[in-house]
């Protein structure tokens, strides 16, 4: 699996040559074209790519990125009334968590709520008019400092390949779009890790 290769590329050390942690973070790219209808877990019939979240058609994209910001791995499209959280689960996830045991954190949104073990995600805020412990507020805003650049990788690629702000062409090929993208800016960055 190439997602366990990068993994095993870059070793959890701080420096240079190898990553504190990575940045798992999802995006929509608004699409043109659907047709697709599904069964909802509510047992009704639903359009798979209306994401609800942006209130039109889309793709759900899911990338790991270096603290830098430097989108490193991107999964397949999955549609977009499809939550973070599963689309994660379905491509990504395993291999995190086998990053994970040998010390690479994962830092994500409250998006990946209950992903598990190596994933970090803010601290919800308790119901009715409590408020978070100053301890719980202070690590939900490291957490937030540390996510942060993650957030560029997508702006890398969304703003520099305006192909991907939206998708004309078929749906399902989102994903290719994107990792052909993702070549190009490791190219740009100068990016090129050695493969083993």
């Not at 209306?50 to 793709?59: M, S």
């Not at 430097?70 to 999964?75: E, K, R, S």
């Not at 291999?95 to 209950?114: C, E, F, I, K």
Request: contains cysteine; glycine residues 10%.
């Amino acid at each position: 699996m190439l997602l366990r290769a990068i993994l095993d590329h870059v070793p959890p050390a701080f420096g240079p040559d190898g990553l504190a942690y990575v940045i798992l973070d999802g995006t929509l790219i608004g699409i043109d074209r659907c047709a697709e209808q599904i069964i909802s877990v509510k047992g009704e019939p639903i359009d798979a790519w209306y994401a609800g979240k942006v209130h039109q058609h889309a793709g759900n994209l899911q990338a790991l990125s270096a603290p830098s910001g430097l989108p490193l791995w991107i999964a397949e499209v999955e549609p977009g009334s499809v939550h973070d959280l599963t689309a994660a689960r379905t491509h990504v996830l395993g291999a995190l968590y086998a990053a994970a045991a040998r010390g690479l954190p994962t830092h994500a949104d409250s998006g990946y709520d209950g992903a598990g073990i190596g994933i970090h995600t803010p601290i919800r805020q308790p119901e009715g008019n409590q408020i978070l412990s100053p301890d719980n507020r202070t690590y939900n805003r490291l957490l937030r400092a540390l996510r942060c650049l993650g957030e560029r990788g997508f702006a890398l690629l969304k703003g520099r390949w305006r192909t991907l702000q939206h998708i004309t062409v078929s749906p399902s090929r989102i994903g290719d779009i994107a990792r052909a993208a993702l070549v190009l800016i490791h190219f740009e960055h100068n990016y090129l890790p050695a493969i083993r």
